[in-house]
């Protein structure tokens, strides 16, 4: 299948970064330098920065994000946020499983599937992240780690689901390290990727999932590896916080 029948999909994750003002302010920046763009163009914001990054981005081509939730509808889970209290406030994409998630949090591969299909009941779209670590790729276990990470998450996901489920290669050696994966590199792992699923769903779906690239992609990297076939798209950390940076990227993405 050709790639350009996928839209890309370019998604900035701001992690712990930005207070309200200071999210207003950059989003004010980021909308009119992005406007015409035909990629999808999304910004994971804080919690806190929700409710005003939606009201920003009303009528604009921006789509506002979520970091992680919780699976749980509601209940005592002290501090947590559930994938309907994202919906209720208009968030339309929410990123699961993120590297930092499971080092510093210890989400396993079975919450975050709950996670994942708890985001999907609310008709948010999940971006699935995975990734191995320095020491698996050095011991050529990449395709084994991603595999088993995809396959774990996705239990319990149908094909028609899947519509609802983007999927974010981090390598967590290249995460906020400013070494991003080589193009080629990047290329091969999200081509696996996209085997798996076929393997997983057949070839409709896997013609269809749009598979990001994240990992210190920046406006100099971005357009190399935004070119491979099977990238779609990518998840920004670092580049994000800067506007011109974010839609230099936005850019790339649109060539
Ligand atoms: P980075 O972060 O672009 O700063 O490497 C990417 C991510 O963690 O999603």
Known sequence: MNKNLRQPVIAGNWKMNKTVDEAGSLI????????????????????????????????????????NCHFEESGAFTGEISAKMLSSL????????????????????ETINKRLKAVIKENISAILCVGENLEQRNQNVTEQVVKRQISLALQGVSEEDLNRVIIAYEPIWAIGTGKSALPQQAEEVCA???????????????????ILYGGSMNEKNAAELLQKENIDGGLIGKSSLDAKAFSHIVEAANQ
């Open 28 to 67: 004010k920046d980021i909308i009119p330098l992005v406007k015409d763009s035909e990629c999808e163009v999304v910004l994971c914001v804080p919690f806190v920065d929700v409710p005003a990054a939606v009201e920003l981005t009303k009528n604009t081509n921006v789509k506002i994000g979520a970091q």
């Open 192 to 210: 696996y990727i996209r085997s798996a699923i076929r393997g997983l769903y057949g070839d409709v779906a896997a013609d269809s999932v749009a």
């Open 90 to 109: 208009g968030v339309k994409y929410t990123i699961v499983g993120h590297s930092e998630r499971r080092a510093y949090f210890k989400e396993t591969d």
